[in-house]
């Protein structure tokens, strides 16, 4: 896990840059709406689009431009956004996976495709690197809510798999049919989490040098970076310098 957790933090700094937010709050919109789209527009009856809720209050998003997004999606004007995952290797043979919402699959498909060519790594097919993640739920608490001991009783109790705690949070792993009732469970003991979603967690991770791990940060910042793309996981391991020269 340490490939993802290390870039989530990189990312988390860059992201309080205003134009990152613009679009930070775009994407989220997006997965609102879509949520919205496919379910309940309550998200109390809806577990993804409660995930795309929890995910906008975490980046102070606006209770106004929340509702807004749902309510875009009971209207005949949202637009339709096709999911798609597509997998690849980052530069060092680093295992990529990239979930976008797009209107314009070839678009997305030629941009994903250029950005892998561009930093030295390859698209591959769906299905090619996704064997070496487990699709699993996360719910993420606040350092605070709780010490690592009791947590970790509590997501047993709960029916979780995993607990990784550390000054950051709590990170709390459920299996796919788990997550709903284990994410009521910890919410109904330690108040809202900051995050409730599906992720795709790496099995192991790759080390590599500094010099493949600046390619690598090129990738994943060129598709972060893309309007289309909703996460990024990567199953990476650089070291200590690299991560400090990132994140500078």
Do not use: C
Not at 126 to 154: C, K, N, Q, R, Y
Not at 181 to 206: D, I, M, S
């Amino acid at each position: 896990m340490a490939g993802h957790s290390q870039f989530k933090n990189i990312m988390h700094r860059k992201g309080r840059q205003d134009a990152a937010k613009s679009k930070l709050f775009s994407k989220l919109a997006r997965e609102i709406t879509v949520a919205a789209k496919l379910g309940l527009p309550d998200p109390a009856m809806n577990p993804r689009l409660r995930a795309a809720v929890l995910a906008a209050r975490a980046e102070n998003m606006s209770k106004d431009s929340i509702d807004r997004a749902i309510k875009k999606a009971q209207g005949g004007d949202a637009e339709a956004y096709d999911e798609i995952r597509y997998e690849g290797y980052g530069p060092g043979g680093v295992a990529v996976i990239v979930e976008v919402l797009t209107d314009n699959r070839n678009r997305t498909a030629s941009d994903v495709r250029s950005y892998f060519t561009k930093t030295g790594g390859n698209l591959a097919e769906t299905g090619a690197v996704s064997f070496m993640f487990d699709h699993v739920g996360v719910i993420e608490f606040d350092p605070d809510v709780a010490s690592a001991d009791a947590m970790l009783e509590a997501a047993i109790e709960a029916g979780a798999d995993d607990v990784v705690s550390s000054e950051t949070g709590h990170e709390v792993y459920a299996a796919q049919e788990q997550f709903a009732n284990v994410a009521k469970a910890l919410e109904a003991k330690f108040g809202e989490p900051r995050k409730a979603g599906l992720v795709w967690k790496p099995q192991n991770t790759v080390a590599i040098d500094d010099e493949k791990g600046e390619k690598l940060f090129k990738l994943l910042d060129l598709l972060n970076e893309h309007d289309d793309v909703q996460n990024v996981y990567a199953n990476f391991e650089v070291s200590d310098a690299l991560m400090a020269k990132m994140s500078a």
